[in-house]
């Protein structure tokens, strides 16, 4: 919807227009329009027609925050969280939406940029049946590790959205129980006036514990600093601040959905790419017998986790080095029948999917926590020759414009 006819001067920050919401987009924005500038809305629903206070300008678009909302959508909900709204915390970007709602959300989004990145068709994506699953627990009190910020007095709390401003906060509603019981927020008293952030972790083998940040360093505050996580059927040690999956039913998830793709079979060859503390070579090691596991880490803690929690499985290898070097470098080569794919948010990039390629696998599954980067590799993967012959959809972060996916890529002639 056009702005008033007697407004002419362009968008400014701080305007309030009145327009209608379109589509979902990437970030946990919708996209409206006004006098043809695009401008992306927070807080708002597909078809809502609301009254939004424009956040910030760019060459051209516009971002905005729906401040009223004049017609709603029968997907609008009360968020339950007092601080997810406009101006305040920016960690949740879908409170207002009904959690069914929020699955559509995502799996539109996803189709989007598989369209608009990945290259492939309407009809190649309704053959893949996208959809994302919900995880057990419920959209509240799933995230096992939050890091607060901390402001100038001393408060934790979370920021607000594209801001570093803090905001402080009595309690998060999506962090874990055990989490919400720490006396480390404002409520508690606590106050950290030495530290910049505190860092808070429940494992899934009950540990709990506090760790308080001063330009980088960590101070130990309580709990155990080695945190005990349960997945794949296995017991696993890593330290508080090391990489694990924030939502208890993710890890196992994850490695359901490898495994069922993949379909490892005794005497294949597998590589762990990305591979972190080891989830993935571990859950193959017990498929393929007595064959290789090469796990490739670059992070040092993410190296050492691994080393300690697979001492017990001599026929996976872990390599401590970048992905792309490793490849690039030999440091391991092909041939081999499977490699499980877990790249940063930024994704593996066209030198690694090359490289993969080029080693002959005759699966890749490729576990991503951002659409548009692996979009983006679809399509190169495809421009190999190679199909995306499935896809699956998780909802690991609800509450959030957060996505997981696990495809399944399958070599020319498969």
């Known amino acids: 919807m056009s702005a008033p006819a007697d407004d002419r001067r362009g968008l400014e920050e701080a305007d309030r227009i009145e327009l209608t919401v379109d589509a979902v987009a990437p970030g946990g924005h919708c996209v409206a329009r006004v006098d043809g500038q695009v401008v992306f809305v927070r807080h708002a629903l597909p078809g809502e027609r609301v009254v939004a206070e424009v956040t910030e300008l760019h060459r051209g678009f516009a971002r905005a925050d729906a401040v009223e909302v004049l017609d709603a959508s029968p997907d609008r909900v009360e968020p339950p969280c007092p601080y997810a709204k406009p101006g305040r915390c920016g960690g949740c ?3 207002h939406v009904a959690p069914e709602a929020q699955l559509a959300w995502k799996t539109a989004v996803v189709r989007e940029q598989l369209t608009r ?4 068709t309407d009809a190649e994506i309704d053959a893949l049946a996208v959809a994302v699953e919900a995880l057990p627990g419920g959209p509240l009190g799933w995230r096992s590790r939050v890091r607060y910020a901390v402001d100038g007095a001393g408060r934790a709390g979370l920021l607000k959205h594209r801001s570093h401003e803090v905001v402080p906060i009595d309690r ?3 962090a874990h129980p ?6 480390v927020l404002v409520p508690s008293g606590a106050r950290w006036p030495d530290a910049d952030a505190v860092e808070t972790v429940a494992g899934t083998g009950g540990d709990v514990s506090v760790t308080a940040y001063a330009e980088g360093a960590p101070r130990p505050v ?3 600093q080695q945190v005990r996580e349960v997945a794949a059927g296995r017991d696993w040690t890593l330290p508080a601040s090391g990489f694990w999956q924030v939502h208890p039913a993710a890890a196992d998830t994850l490695v359901g959905a490898v495994l069922d793709l993949l379909d490892p079979r005794p005497g294949e060859t597998a ?3 990305y591979g972190g503390a080891g989830l993935f070579a571990a859950a193959l090691a017990g498929r393929v017998g007595d064959a290789r596991v090469t796990l490739v880490e670059a992070a040092a803690d993410g190296v050492a986790a691994a080393r300690e929690n697979l001492t017990d ?3 996976v290898e872990v390599v401590a080095a970048r992905v792309e070097t490793a490849l690039a470098r030999r440091r391991v080569t092909g041939p081999v029948d499977l490699v499980v794919l877990d790249p940063p948010r930024s994704g593996a990039g066209a030198p690694v999917v090359r490289q993969i390629a080029a080693a002959g696998p005759r699966a890749v599954a490729y576990v991503a926590c951002d659409p548009a980067a692996f979009a983006r590799d679809v399509r190169t993967f495809t421009g190999l020759g190679w199909r995306l012959a499935a896809l699956r959809g998780f ?3 609800p509450m959030t414009q957060h996505v997981e996916l696990v495809g399944l890529f399958l070599p020319p002639g498969e």
């Open 395 to 397: 909802d690991l972060f």
């Open 222 to 224: 309580s709990g155990p």
């Open 178 to 183: 055990a989490i919400q019981e720490l006396p």
């Open 172 to 174: 998060c509603l999506i």
């Open 117 to 120: 990145l990945g290259g492939l």
């Open 93 to 95: 970007d879908l409170q």
């Open 313 to 315: 499985l001599p026929r």
């Open 271 to 273: 590589w762990d790419l």
